[in-house]
């Protein structure tokens, strides 16, 4: 099969056609107005995006706001149900027989309620605290009360296990 010269000359012609054409669309003059016209669609599109920044800024911040209050409220709710905890302990331990055990157990409770009250002063001024230092001390009380529910825990169980 032999190919005929024009199937070697078309992707000439056709490099050549779109050569043409795009030099044509180069050599026209460049007016004063359409440069002011592409310097005032920049400035537009720049001003815009500066709007957009901010605004995705804002939205950050209030997330971080709003993720600060759902993280103090958990701490105060963990905080609330340590409260009823020690009070559980409290009446269990009062009902206890063996006198140097309930004495244990009355000064147990008061150490974890002496924590607990300075816990709930940590958790007071953590709400004051600048963004940038935040959640290391959220993650501070977090640990602090993982710490008493253990307390709380194992005092539980040395109730139960002296009541049985």
Known sequence: MTKSIFFY????????ILGI???EGCNGPVTKAEVQDDLE???EATQEAQEETQEAYDARKQFY?????????EL?????KIDE????LRSVSEKASNQAAQ??????????QDEKAGLNEKI??????????????????????????REIDKLSEGLETSNQ
């Open 9 to 16: 000359q078309l992707p000439f012609a056709l490099v050549l």
């Open 21 to 23: 054409t795009a030099l």
């Open 41 to 43: 669609d920049a400035r």
């Open 65 to 73: 706001v709003d993720s600060a209050e759902v993280k103090v409220k």
């Open 76 to 80: 105060e709710d963990r905080s609330s």
């Open 85 to 88: 905890r020690i009070a559980e």
């Open 103 to 112: 004495a244990d157990i009355a000064s147990a409770v008061q150490d974890l």
């Open 124 to 149: 007071v001024k953590v709400k004051s605290i600048k963004e940038e230092d935040w959640s290391t001390s959220y993650d501070e009380i977090n640990v602090a009360i993982g710490k008493i529910e």
